[in-house]
């Protein structure tokens, strides 16, 4: 069986960690030059887009083209705050898991619509801020969402209000009628009852267990990227990587502000989309490898 790998992209306005409404959305070009290295190697991305990104005419015009190719598919990351109806908690930038169920179903519905409208069909997502709830899977449900990738295994969000991912399984599986596709994030060696709070791992195990992420970041190697994949091919079944946007640019996230450093993750893609290939893997959208999850179900 061929290793299977799956890019997720967050797509949102620039610097959303400056402003939460962001400041502009210059990082179609960037999106557009990803998306061809993509189609060069076989990756077939997931773009997951915001309800102002939507709006936005030129961005929208970016993202039809690139669907037209076939090579792509089109899902929804609710930026909350952004979406109407407007509610008292849009001011402080808030997760999906503190929003009623009634206004989380109605922003969602908003989105889906005008997702649907622009784009044909939507059956992919991904909370904002990670925040994934019982609430919230009720509502993707009665909305015709059949595929999300909110999960990311071993991480806390608690301190920024979002959900505790510490113990939540890296499989497939299915909630209700949804299936979840969590990110692939390797996670420490130790047992699960020994996991507590870094401060513990820190003081008593003398340890910090960082979860390794299959996400470039600053300090990411590509040896690091490529043990990840074939960890996450290994344990999950699938290489579920993910980035935003924004981070396709400079300046546009707090983790790429020169033009250096956005050539050096082109690179490192590049790079990474060569091992995918010489490992034999097949590219798949995330609906494309919910539709096989459920076939074989």
Known sequence: MKPIVIFTVDVEPDNCWQSPLGTGFESAHGLRRFHRLCSQYGVRPTYLVTHSVAENR?????????????????????????????????????????????????????????????????????????????AHHRVLERLGIRYDTSITPGIDWRKSRGPDYRFASAKPHFIGEVIEVPCSIRRSWLPTWLIRPDSFNRKILGVKLTPEWLRLRRNSSNELMKSISK??????GFANMMTHSSEMIAGASPYWPSEDSIAKVFRCYEQLFTFWRASGAEGLTLGEYGDRQRAGA
Not at 83 to 112: M, N, W
Not at 231 to 236: F, H, L, N
């Open 58 to 134: 030129p961005y929208r015009l970016a993202l039809l083209e690139m669907l037209r190719t076939g090579e792509c598919e089109i899902g929804a990351h609710p930026h909350l705050w952004e979406i109407p109806p407007q509610h008292p908690l849009d001011g402080e930038k808030r997760c999906a898991t503190e929003y009623p169920e009634a206004v989380l179903e109605a922003k969602l519905d908003a989105l889906l619509r005008l997702l649907r409208e622009e784009f044909g069909p939507v059956v992919s997502h991904r909370a904002g801020r990670w925040g994934f709830s019982a």
């Open 231 to 236: 960890w996450a091919w290994a344990r999950q």
